[in-house]
């Protein structure tokens, strides 16, 4: 059974461009969780999507935005980039909502220059 | 505030020995308690998840307790191996009204050398 797949896997940008992240779940996941991890703050929770509606947000800009499509899989975009948001984004999925076990994707580290 | 306080920030142990990581948190109302292991450079697995009724769950020759009155809970590692090296998480899920929030802890740094 396939894990979860991000891409890129690297990523480079400048300040004021956007970007799109991907992530595919494991099959037959229907829930995705996006987070942001950095050295300084540690891992911090972006969102999470259950069956294509986003059910939870952590606390970051309206910039961070996501989606989830009918075949779970899921995007996350982030707008007007500024340096702050060179990062490690992970994306874990499991079955359902709630408190189940989540498997994580290896990552997109995204650099803003 | 929700906090999750982690320690030791880093450990070094000889390979076959013991060791406990701490979290303490101040999350309210209580959901759920979660250990994650992040090996350098890929995502983190998910090695417990403890809800309140819940105080010892075990994985293989990691054990979490969880004691909710005290707001704490401990990862005790048995008889410890190199591909044990690794940061360990600690995850707080604090319920409400149809949503959680999480608070994560800063992760305790684990090296264990032969």
């Known amino acids: 059974k396939a894990g979860v797949t991000q891409t890129p896997r690297y990523l480079i940008k400048t300040r004021g461009q956007q970007v799109t992240l991907s992530c595919s779940p494991i099959?037959?996941?229907?829930?995705v969780s996006w987070y942001q991890q950095t050295p300084g703050q540690g891992l911090q929770f972006l969102f999470e999507?259950?069956?294509?509606?986003?059910?939870n947000k952590g606390n970051f800009p309206g910039r961070f935005s996501g989606r989830q499509f009918s075949n779970s899989r899921s995007e996350m975009n982030v707008s007007t980039l500024e340096l702050g948001d060179s990062a490690l984004y992970l994306c874990?999925?499991?079955?359902?909502?709630?408190?189940?076990?989540?498997?994580f994707g290896a990552g997109t580290r995204l650099s803003v220059l | 505030k929700n906090q999750v306080e982690q320690s030791p920030q880093s450990l070094i142990i000889l390979e076959g020995k013991n060791c406990t990581l701490q979290c303490n948190y101040t999350v309210s109302p209580f959901s759920n308690l979660r250990w994650y292991k992040q090996d350098t450079g890929r995502g983190p697995v998910s090695l417990t998840i403890?809800?309140?009724?819940?105080n010892t769950k075990s994985n293989g020759r990691y054990t979490a307790t969880l004691d909710a009155d005290t707001k704490q809970s401990s990862l005790h590692i048995t008889a410890s191996q190199l591909s044990d090296s690794a940061s360990y998480i600690c995850v707080v899920s604090a319920a409400g009204a149809g949503s959680y929030q999480l608070t994560f802890g800063k992760g305790t740094k684990l090296s264990v050398i032969p």
């Open positions: 999507y259950f069956s294509e509606t986003q059910r």
């Open positions: 403890m809800t309140f009724s819940e």
């Open positions: 099959s037959g996941h229907r829930s």
């Open positions: 874990a999925s499991s079955l359902d909502d709630g408190p189940s076990i989540q498997y």
